[in-house]
């Protein structure tokens, strides 16, 4: 007899639900719209109706089904209450147990962050390994770690927020936590842009980059794949940044593979490259080997990963 579950990846604009079989495989997937007016106050509303409306659809018994797993954005702790999710209009509640109460269902919850890494390790990039470290480079940096299979949340819900690593001292340009120097200001999509602003403000050397008015993050990396030597050189920062950073991680949790996701990660092979060049030569000799791999989920991995949190507990 087939078993099933729901992925439920929560953004501040859609949410990705996915009706998977226990075994992994994703039998049908779709989005709702996230109805953040009045706080968010209809989101789980709206997720049980769908939820309920596909075991219909499915002719599909409560009895068959593991339960929910939800991908949110913020803090969720071990009990499954969030702590304020700014972009979806919810303060500090139990999510778990008051989707369980919508649905009928059991229900985990996880940061979203940490649910992609988790989704990656399952069925996508890092899949065969269970000591995991993913990276996300989009507008900010994200992050999850996975130890023998399951996420590292930590006491506060913040275990693996990668991007907020104190990388320099000198900053004066603050990062979107109100913080300065942290990774996601040099190794995000919107941090490499930031860096070549200032460089191409102080730095006369030639370079295409001058070009190009909207200037974005795989404009950098096509003129660098094209021998363009200002933007080789801001590729090789952000791969200094972040292999610094993982080195460092390295030494505390030991994974077998490092898996980058993000928009960022479509740049491919020149990032790998500039990334494990320098994670190799800071990283503690025991952990020189360590793998790396671009995500191969892509949208999906926050669905797949809430789906496993199912099967995790």
């Known amino acids: 007899m087939k078993k099933y579950g729901f992925g439920v990846d929560i953004g501040g604009t859609t949410c990705k639900i996915g009706?998977?079989?226990?075994?992994?495989?994703?039998?049908?997937?779709?989005?709702?719209?996230?109805?953040?007016?009045?706080?968010?106050?209809?989101?789980?509303?709206?997720?049980?109706?769908?939820?309920?409306?596909?075991?219909?659809e499915k002719q599909i018994s409560m009895d068959d089904v593991q339960g929910v797993g939800l991908g949110v954005p913020g803090p969720v702790m071990g009990d499954g209450?969030?702590?304020?999710?700014?972009?979806?209009?919810?303060?500090?509640?139990?999510?778990?147990?008051?989707?369980?109460?919508?649905?009928?269902?059991?229900v985990k919850a996880g940061n979203d962050a940490n649910v992609a890494a988790l989704g990656e390790m399952w069925q996508g990039g890092g899949k065969g390994y269970q000591n995991v470290v993913m990276v996300t480079l989009g507008t900010g940096v994200g992050g999850g770690i996975i130890i023998d299979g399951k996420i590292v949340s930590g006491s506060h819900g913040a275990g693996g927020e990668i991007g907020h690593i104190k990388m320099k001292n000198d900053e004066t340009d603050s990062c979107g936590c109100g913080k300065k120097g942290c990774l996601e200001q040099y190794a995000s999509a919107t941090g490499i842009v930031r860096m070549a602003k200032q460089k191409l403000t102080s730095d006369t050397t030639a370079t295409r980059l001058r070009d190009i008015e909207e200037l974005t993050a795989k404009d950098i990396f096509d003129a660098a794949k094209a021998g363009d030597a200002v933007a080789a050189e801001l590729v090789d920062t952000l791969g200094e940044m972040l292999g610094i950073a993982l080195a460092n991680i390295s030494c505390i949790a030991d994974p077998?593979?490092?898996?980058?996701?993000?928009?960022?990660?479509?740049?491919?092979?020149?990032?790998?490259?500039?990334?494990?060049?320098?994670?190799?030569?800071?990283?503690?000799?025991?952990?020189?080997?360590?793998?790396?791999?671009?995500?191969?989920?892509?949208?999906?991995?926050?669905?797949?990963?809430?789906?496993?949190?199912l099967l995790t507990v």
């Open 19 to 56: 009706l998977f079989e226990t075994t992994g495989k994703l039998v049908e997937k779709w989005e709702i719209k996230t109805n953040t007016e009045n706080n968010g106050s209809s989101i789980l509303d709206d997720i049980a109706d769908a939820v309920q409306n596909k075991l219909s």
């Open 81 to 106: 209450t969030v702590s304020k999710c700014v972009n979806l209009g919810w303060d500090v509640f139990n999510v778990e147990k008051a989707m369980a109460e919508k649905t009928g269902l059991p």
């Open 256 to 309: 077998q593979i490092v898996v980058i996701g993000g928009g960022v990660s479509m740049a491919g092979q020149i990032l790998l490259d500039a990334v494990r060049k320098h994670y190799v030569e800071r990283a503690f000799h025991a952990c020189e080997d360590t793998k790396f791999e671009v995500a191969s989920l892509g949208n999906d991995a926050g669905m797949y990963g809430c789906a496993q949190l």
